[in-house]
């Protein structure tokens, strides 16, 4: 598999990862905020703590995804390497699946010599 090949297939496993991120803000919403609000309604003070915790997870995942989106569009141009890098750190903490994605993100940046070289040119950022 050549250069191109390996960037589609890296800007693949983005937008796969953005699109879970997406389904699990919108999972956050529908078990944790909906229920809070209807609690909020019936004056349990405990749906105060469903709606912020819910709120507040289901922005960081919506982050997340918006990030693996920016990232994706930008692979295939050879650009953002550090984002991707820092993507992939973080996704050590997933195993299986996490940690794959995260040493083929970082073997694609930094140590295969095709894509290295191609990021060396079009990144200016690094």
Request: net charge positive; with cysteine; hydrophobic share 55%.
């Amino acid at each position: 598999m050549g250069r191109e090949g390996h960037l589609r297939l890296l800007r693949l496993f983005h937008y796969i990862l953005a699109t879970v991120f997406y389904l699990i803000a919108f999972l956050f919403v529908m078990i944790w905020v909906i229920p809070g609000l209807i609690a909020i309604v019936h004056g349990q003070p405990i749906g105060w703590m469903f709606l912020v915790g819910g709120l507040f997870s289901g922005g960081l995942a919506t982050l997340l995804a918006d990030l693996h989106r920016r990232s994706a569009t930008a692979a295939i141009e050879g650009r953002r390497r550090i984002l991707q890098t820092t993507l992939a750190i973080l996704h050590f903490c997933n195993v299986p699946i996490g940690t794959a994605f995260a040493v083929y993100t970082l073997y694609l940046c930094w140590f295969h010599q095709p894509t290295k070289v191609f990021f060396d040119v079009h990144d200016s950022r690094l």
